[in-house]
């Protein structure tokens, strides 16, 4: 399985931006899908998931009502729509896939993308 994310950039606090990632080599109705990020000197961390099974979306408190995920199984492709972003959404965002259950810890994911450069200027 291969995932590669793409849509990322440079932009001004309170603009949006779509990241997209498409999974390749596997069934991907199969895998539960996930957002993460990356700072420098940081742990990666949970910015939003969305299940294979039911559809149902879970968001970090910081990106929650900002962050809008979603799957097109017919592409096998999930997308990451971002609004009002703020500076401190700057990071590195990486897809991830997972053929456990949804999950906040980046330890349960099999397959990760390359990571897509998000920065936000002020």
């Known amino acids: 399985v291969q995932l590669q994310a793409y849509g990322g950039g440079f932009v001004q606090a309170g603009d949006s931006l779509r990241l997209s990632c498409t999974l390749s080599?596997?069934?991907?109705?199969?895998?539960?899908m996930a957002w993460f990020r990356q700072t420098p000197g940081k742990e990666r961390e949970f910015a939003a998931a969305?299940?294979?099974?039911?559809?149902?979306?879970y968001y970090a408190d910081s990106v929650k009502g900002r962050f809008t995920i979603s799957r097109d199984n017919t592409k096998n492709t999930v997308s990451l729509q971002m609004n009002d972003l703020k500076p401190e959404d700057t990071a590195v965002y990486y897809c991830?896939?997972?053929?456990?259950?949804?999950?906040?810890?980046?330890?349960?994911?099999?397959?990760w993308g390359q990571g897509t450069q998000v920065t936000v200027s002020s």
């Open positions: 991830a896939a997972t053929d456990a259950p949804w999950a906040a810890s980046e330890y349960l994911y099999n397959y």
């Open positions: 969305i299940s294979w099974t039911d559809g149902n979306t």
């Open positions: 080599g596997g069934a991907f109705s199969n895998y539960n």
